[in-house]
């Protein structure tokens, strides 16, 4: 068997690949991939906003932590108290201006 000898510039370059370091957008299009969430990172403008806020609830006096998101704008919703159970109402309101203001009162 007789081979022949390469010829300059016939080689195939090999595929090229994505650094491991390359930006996860950029890899998402390159393959044609839906983005994925991926717990604990904040790439998003929404979960940049969502942000803890103390409440004290209307029955038992309790302070507590809520997660509120302002980025979806004003809601108004219901929430159990973390530490009696009793149904809160909230309503969240978010100006123009991005000013921000949570109110709780008791439901009912």
């Not at 929404?46 to 209307?58: E, F, G, M």
């Not at 309101?93 to 203001?101: L, M, Y």
């Amino acid at each position: 068997m007789r081979h022949r000898p390469k010829r300059p510039g016939s080689e195939r370059a090999p595929a090229q690949r994505p650094s491991p370091d390359a930006d996860s957008r950029a890899i998402d299009a390159l393959y044609g991939l839906e983005p994925v969430f991926e717990p604990g990172r904040e790439a998003d403008a929404a979960s940049a906003s969502t942000r803890l806020q103390a409440v004290d609830c209307p029955y038992c006096g309790e302070r507590f932590q809520s997660l509120i998101d302002p980025s979806a704008g004003s809601a108004h919703y219901i929430e159990d108290c973390q530490v009696c159970c009793q149904p809160i109402e909230f309503e969240l309101r978010v100006e123009a201006d991005g000013a921000v203001s949570l109110q709780t009162r008791r439901d009912g």
